[in-house]
């Protein structure tokens, strides 16, 4: 392809991609965190939660979230991504609207649970897929628009919530109820265009002709290498990605960071009304910072493809929350306490896409890769346990306990990406020593070549068969970890 025939056909892919996996984001992620809203319009006095019955409703959906998000992604390519996205998504978008209809506690637990089951698979899934579309250097931006979706959630939930708990008295429900039935009407309306608008994998994708599928393929092999290579499932893949250190490593960066983030998702609006706002100005204010925030991530999205960096990015971006936390813990004005929720949005919501491309970039093949983002997506959702449980209403206005945890975590991110800095530099290093420096075009770590005899003992890899030097992976000696 020449450069312009490149350029046209990356854009055409992103516009089939990208929107539309960003707006079913968006709605998962409002589904996920409305409850925050809702509380704000009655649901606790309504259903008579009493002590720490909100919190344990907030804790349920993760334990089914985080115990289904390895399993989904590990089938999502052998039932094809169009038609399990649909599944999932019409699935938690019922169970949406019932949870407007519930009358106790009782109820809000049960779908509470069956929500983080459905919704688990989101996420990894289109994320994983976005790995597969993209080269290493041209992913972060678009994996940054599709977590623009949860970003613009905050500011797009907060004015939804705003104008639904209005229906007050509709159908003898008050406005929490409406808030969860119309967003889950909502999901299932934009669910079902699911099955022709999600894409396949690049191999087998409708959108491709066969010749643009093949320069395509080569596109990505040329950047990916043999990380991209197709291979039938196996378990050695997945056994592979659960006992190598680094997954672990990578998945509590991703924790440190999603920690912070839901704080400030399930309990921003909260944190504003005790500003002295009333609740339906908490509302609309905690939009505010989120529409900054997204703004700000696809600025660092941006840039880091533009220099092809990842753990650097991560570091100064997580300097934020660590000063919009201490800001909150400091006994300022409420003035100052808003524009920390600023600082900390943009900062948590910048990082967020980044760390899920740092951990895209650097496992290979596809299944260790799907397992990898799975278990590391699992890891960060252990988030919604630690933060709906430290932010009790007790704790109110400054939430001590909360912002104390959501500082400590984001001080750990910054000081797990210094150390895969390190380590991946010194590994690169020691196989440029080792073995040399690969060829910049590719080629040497390409699967079109991966039984080429001459590049085999190159790399000493003779006797290898094509299959066996595609499964190594990341640990092909042609291999470089991004920084």
């Not at 409850?35 to 649901?43: D, P």
């Not at 409703?57 to 089938?75: D, G, Q, W």
């Not at 204010?285 to 703004?295: D, E, N």
């Not at 080429?452 to 190594?472: H, Q």
């Amino acid at each position: 392809m020449t450069p312009a025939e490149e350029k046209k056909l990356l854009r055409r892919i992103d516009l089939w991609i990208v929107p539309y996996a960003s707006l079913l984001y968006l709605l998962s992620f409002l589904d996920r965190v409305n409850v925050g809203q809702a509380r704000l319009a009655g649901l606790e006095n309504d259903l008579k939660l009493r002590g720490d019955q909100y919190d344990m409703a907030l804790t349920i959906f993760f334990v089914s979230y985080v115990a289904f998000e390895l399993p989904s992604n590990l089938v999502i390519k052998k039932l094809k991504p169009p038609r399990w996205i649909c599944f999932l998504m019409v699935s938690w978008g019922i169970l949406q609207i019932c949870m407007g209809l519930v009358t106790d506690y009782r109820g809000l637990y049960v779908t509470r649970f069956l929500l983080g089951m459905f919704e688990s698979g989101l996420s990894p899934g289109l994320n994983f897929l976005l790995t597969t579309w993209y080269t290493r250097k041209e992913l972060n931006v678009r994996v940054s628009l599709f977590f623009a979706g949860a970003t613009l959630a905050g500011a797009f939930g907060g004015l939804l919530a705003f104008g639904i708990r209005h229906m007050a008295g509709v159908g003898g429900k008050n406005g929490w109820a409406w808030i969860f039935i119309l967003e889950g009407l909502l999901t299932v309306l934009f669910a079902i265009p699911a099955l022709w608008l999600v894409q396949d994998f690049p191999q087998y994708s409708n959108i491709l002709s066969p010749q643009e599928r093949a320069q395509w393929l080569h596109r990505l092999n040329t950047s990916q290498g043999i990380t991209n290579a197709p291979l039938p499932f196996s378990k050695a893949q997945v056994v592979r990605a659960v006992t190598d250190w680094k997954t672990y490593v990578y998945g509590t960066i991703v924790l440190s960071i999603a920690e912070p983030s839901y704080s400030l998702s399930l309990f921003s609006p909260s944190i504003i009304a005790t500003l002295g706002f009333t609740n339906a100005t908490a509302n609309f204010l905690s939009a505010a910072p989120y529409a900054i925030g997204t703004i700000v991530a696809l600025l660092v999205a941006y840039a880091s493809d533009r220099y092809s960096k990842r753990a650097p990015v991560l570091i100064v971006m997580m300097l934020l929350p660590v000063v919009g936390y201490t800001i909150l813990l400091c006994d300022v004005s409420p003035a100052m306490k808003y524009v920390a929720m600023f600082i900390a949005v943009a900062g948590v919501n910048s990082s967020t896409p980044t760390a899920v491309t740092f951990v895209g970039n650097n496992f290979g093949p596809m299944y260790t890769r799907a397992t990898t983002m799975g278990v590391a997506f699992s890891m960060a959702n252990c988030a919604g346990f630690i933060s709906s449980n430290v932010y009790p209403i007790g704790d109110a206005p400054r939430y001590i306990r909360g912002n104390v945890t959501a500082l400590g975590f984001s001080c750990l991110c910054i000081v797990l990406c210094a150390f895969m800095t390190f380590y991946n530099i010194r590994e690169n290093a020691r196989r440029d020593r080792v073995y040399g420096v690969p060829n910049p075009d590719g080629s040497d770590c390409s699967p079109l070549y991966a039984d080429d005899p001459v590049r085999m003992n190159r790399w000493g890899l003779g006797g290898k068969t094509k299959e066996e030097i595609i499964a190594l992976g990341d640990h092909h000696p042609a291999f470089r970890y991004m920084i």
